[in-house]
């Protein structure tokens, strides 16, 4: 899915892990089973004249009838006895169920600790970068010149991209954002503005932002790097994808520090830098406030992008 639906985001928030449940609840299984058994051996005990290990009725209480299909037994003493006989009954099952328990309670913590230090958990495929506490190497710079009726002139926002880390997309990245070049996001716009999370543009060739266009040949999409970066961070940049899960042209920035609805979703590959001169993260909240009109959250008045280039 893309970040196109608010409601989908702010859904995609309150996604649970299944193994983070299954790691709360595991020390108590054991347990519940032995639970489980107890409970059941005590409902077979009350039952006298069923269990093997109680006196018969008819053998303590020689004073009783039939009431309603309910044997009724008369007589302190005969009761007592088979009150003393289903206690001691229920303790030697809480024993029978607990023995297990404590035996086979090891094994079967070591086998969630194995499997939680399985290599495939601790692969480099599976690594997380946190940009909020080790910002990805910036290995290059790119611009763009944005114009909206707040401001009478053009204001600059510099984007340092993550070249390390995610070489393909930042090449589709700078490669546009060359205005010499045939495609580039010169004469893009800010389609969409998510008040709250994200600002969205760079819809190459489709004002509306339903597609966009790479600098790859025939501007197709491509499968993005990897999506290791936490969006963890404000202003950071991540790509936006197609319905197959591809990128091109289009791009949005994160205006909160958490963002953790687009993790494993949507590649970040640069952030938004503060220099003396541009907008920065200033320029981005300002373009998050402007007035849209539904159903898709567009600014009412164009946010274009009017240059663009390498730093």
């Given amino acids: 899915p893309q970040p196109d639906n608010p409601d ?4 995609r928030a309150f996604a649970f892990d299944a193994r983070k449940i299954a790691t709360m609840i595991r020390p108590s299984l054991l347990s519940i089973v032995s639970l489980l058994f107890t409970s059941g051996t005590y409902a077979f005990s009350t039952i006298g004249h069923h269990s093997p290990s109680l006196t018969p009725l008819s053998a303590v209480s020689p004073k009783s009838k039939n009431q309603g299909g309910r044997i009724c037994v008369s007589g302190t003493q005969p009761q007592q006895q088979l009150h003393q006989q289903r206690r001691e009954f229920v303790i030697q099952s809480i024993a ?4 297990p328990s404590v035996i086979l309670s090891p094994f079967v913590e070591s086998a969630f600790a194995e499997e939680d230090q399985s290599p495939t958990a601790t692969s480099d495929d599976t690594t997380t970068i946190d940009p909020s506490i080790d910002l990805p190497k910036i290995t290059q710079r790119a611009y763009l010149d944005i114009k909206f009726p707040k401001y009478k002139e ?3 926002l510099v984007i340092g991209l993550f070249g390390d880390v995610m070489p393909k997309t930042v090449e589709n990245f700078l490669a546009l954002s060359n205005s010499s070049n045939d495609v580039s996001y010169n004469g893009a716009t800010f389609y969409r503005v998510l008040s709250g999370m994200s600002i969205q543009g760079g819809a190459i060739g489709n004002p509306s932002g339903k597609t966009g266009t790479s600098s790859f040949p025939s501007g197709k999409p491509f499968s993005p790097d990897n999506y290791k970066i936490r969006h963890t ?3 950071l940049v991540s790509a936006v994808r197609t319905a197959t899960g591809d990128i091109d042209s289009r791009f949005f920035v994160q205006t909160e520090g958490d963002a953790g609805w687009a993790d494993d979703r949507y590649a970040a590959f640069g952030i938004v830098l503060e220099e003396e ?4 993260m200033d ?3 300002r373009i998050s406030k402007v007035d849209v ?4 959250n567009s600014p009412k008045e164009p946010v274009l992008i009017v240059g663009c280039g390498v730093l």
């Fill in 293 to 296: 009109k539904a159903p898709q």
């Fill in 96 to 99: 029978t169920a607990l023995i």
């Fill in 277 to 280: 001169g541009t907008g920065g």
């Fill in 154 to 156: 053009p204001k600059r």
């Fill in 8 to 11: 989908t985001q702010q859904h």
């Fill in 283 to 285: 320029l981005v909240r």
């Fill in 233 to 235: 961070a404000q202003g």
